[in-house]
T-cell receptor
Framework: DAGITQSPRHKVTETGTPVTLRCHQTENHRYMYWYRQDPGHGLRLIHYSYGVKDTDKGEVSDGYSVSRSKTEDFLLTLESATSSQTSVYFC??????????FGEGSWLTVV | RKEVEQDPGPFNVPEGATVAFNCTYSNSASQSFFWYRQDCRKEPKLLMSVYSSGNEDGRFTAQLNRASQYISLLIRDSKLSDSATYLC???????????FGKGTTLSVSS
C-alpha cells in the first residue's frame, strides 16, 4: 500500500462544468503524476509535479490544470469538462527503486 | 515510431501453457524498465523490474536487450489468475514520468 487516495472515485458531471480530482498521499513523496487511461490509447501523462508549486505538462495537458500547494495533495482540474474528457484518471507517486505506484483511479463521465 | 510498443493481443492460452510478451522502446537512453499488471477496472500494479542480466520471480522471467531496445516477459505454467493486461513501462531518466505501452491482454482458460 503506497498510501495514495483519490477522490472522488466516481463522478458524473455535465459538459461545461469545472471538475476537480484530488490525489492525497501520506508518505511525503516528492514526485506525483496524473494519468488518464482510455481504450486504444493506454496510459497518458496529463501533468506531473516535482515538488510543492512545481508542476509541468505531460503529453495530454490541454483542458487540464493542476496545483500542488502542499506535498501531500495534487489536484487535477478540468476547467470546463467536455465529453472527450470522459475517462479514468490515475494518480501516481514516484517511489524508491525508480518505480511508481498508482491510486485506485477516478472514473469520470461527462454528459 | 511510438515510444513503447507492444503486441496488444489478446493472447488466449490454456492453463499450464508458457506465454511470452515482447516490447520495444525507441529511446536508447532509457534507464529503467518494468512490467506492470493491470486487472479489469483496477489500477496498474508493479509486477517486476527488468534488468540487463535478466531476472526471475517464480514463474515470471523478464529480459532486457539494450542493443535491440527490446524487453520480454515470460510466464511459465500459466494460471487462471494470470489473466490480465500486462504493461511494458520505460523510464527515460530517473525521476521523470514513466512511459507506458498500451498493454498486452492475456486470457488463461481451463
Amino acid at each position: 500500500d503506497a498510501g495514495i487516495t483519490q477522490s472522488p472515485r466516481h463522478k458524473v458531471t455535465e459538459t461545461g462544468t469545472p471538475v476537480t480530482l484530488r490525489c492525497h498521499q501520506t508518505e511525503n513523496h516528492r514526485y506525483m503524476y496524473w494519468y488518464r487511461q482510455d481504450p486504444g490509447h493506454g496510459l497518458r501523462l496529463i501533468h506531473y509535479s516535482y515538488g510543492v508549486k512545481d508542476t509541468d505538462k505531460g503529453e495530454v495537458s490541454d483542458g487540464y490544470s493542476v496545483s500542488r500547494s502542499k506535498t501531500e495533495d495534487f489536484l487535477l482540474t478540468l476547467e470546463s469538462a467536455t465529453s472527450s474528457q470522459t475517462s479514468v484518471y490515475f494518480c501516481a507517486i514516484y517511489s524508491t527503486g525508480d518505480t511508481i505506484y498508482f491510486g485506485e483511479g477516478s472514473w469520470l463521465t461527462v454528459v | 515510431r511510438k515510444e513503447v510498443e507492444q503486441d496488444p493481443g489478446p493472447f488466449n492460452v490454456p492453463e499450464g501453457a508458457t506465454v511470452a510478451f515482447n516490447c520495444t522502446y525507441s529511446n536508447s537512453a532509457s534507464q529503467s524498465f518494468f512490467w506492470y499488471r493491470q486487472d479489469c477496472r483496477k489500477e496498474p500494479k508493479l509486477l517486476m523490474s527488468v534488468y540487463s542480466s535478466g531476472n526471475e520471480d517464480g514463474r515470471f522471467t523478464a529480459q532486457l536487450n539494450r542493443a535491440s531496445q527490446y524487453i520480454s516477459l515470460l510466464i511459465r505454467d500459466s494460471k487462471l489468475s494470470d489473466s490480465a493486461t500486462y504493461l511494458c513501462v520505460v523510464t527515460p531518466q530517473a525521476g521523470t514520468a514513466l512511459i507506458f505501452g498500451k498493454g498486452t491482454t492475456l486470457s488463461v482458460s481451463s
